[in-house]
């Protein structure tokens, strides 16, 4: 079974794909890392952002035993991601990795922009995540902060709305929710709240197969 959970910027995604995977036995992908990865290479090597062919060549080249780096949650390579993001080429050379992963037994959860659209169009649960964006900066603010980082609530917001304005309407894979994805507002939902939600809709529709 595969469980593909997508969503604007800070709205929930990766900690409920991760409770629900957990819940399940299910193996779990936080596909912005994918993204944030590829940035950090060029980064890393003084490549500007812009140079696309550099980016296809990191993305084709990337290492992905290293997703678990602390340095790719931070603020600027979610900002940096969403730039490489954006080339087609960037995104072809990560979609086999993340179509087999989707094929991991006994299911998989992937979370991301386009997991119900183009990478795992056949996902017998698609879930949309949304939140007010001030809500989403709020969240994050309060993550990063913990983490360590010196950021204000207003630059995160800032941040936000860039993110979801570029994610939205970009040519190649734009957010979107599938046709046949539930949409979930968390702005009212803590984290178990939103986890609750989500596996009823899980358990229904496992209920039915
Ligand atoms: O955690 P957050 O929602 O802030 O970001 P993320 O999921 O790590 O994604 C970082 C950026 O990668 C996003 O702004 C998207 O532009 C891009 N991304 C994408 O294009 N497709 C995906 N499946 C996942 C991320």
């Known amino acids: 079974m595969i469980i593909a959970i997508d969503g604007p ?13 957990d819940h399940l036995g299910f193996a779990h992908l936080d596909t912005g890392l994918l ?21 296809a060549d990191a993305a084709r080249n990337l290492d ?7 340095d790719l949650r931070g603020a600027a390579m979610g900002e940096s991601a969403s730039v490489i993001s954006a080339y087609q080429p960037v995104r072809d050379a990560l979609l086999a990795f993340q179509r087999q992963f989707g ?6 959860v992937l979370d991301g922009r386009d997991i119900g659209t183009v990478v795992c169009p056949d996902a017998e649960v698609k879930l949309f995540i949304t939140a007010t964006p001030e809500e989403r900066a709020r ?13 204000t ?3 995160i917001l800032t941040d936000i709305r860039r993110r979801d304005e570029r994610d939205i309407n ?8 599938a046709a046949d994805a539930i949409t ?10 939103a986890f609750q939600a989500a596996l009823a809709i899980v358990d229904r529709k496992r209920s039915k197969t």
């Open 103 to 108: 094929s991991l037994e006994p299911g998989a």
């Open 184 to 193: 979930l507002d968390t702005t009212n939902l803590d984290a178990d709240g």
């Open 139 to 151: 969240r994050r603010h309060l993550e990063l902060v913990r983490r360590g980082e010196d950021v």
């Open 9 to 21: 910027a800070a709205s929930g995604k990766g900690t409920l794909g991760k409770r629900l995977a």
């Open 35 to 55: 993204y944030r990865a590829v940035a950090s290479v060029l980064l890393g090597q003084g490549i500007p952002l812009t140079d696309r062919d550099a980016a």
């Open 64 to 70: 992905v035993s290293h997703l678990d780096a602390p």
């Open 170 to 177: 970009r040519a190649t894979a734009p957010l979107k929710a």
């Open 153 to 155: 609530y207003e630059t």
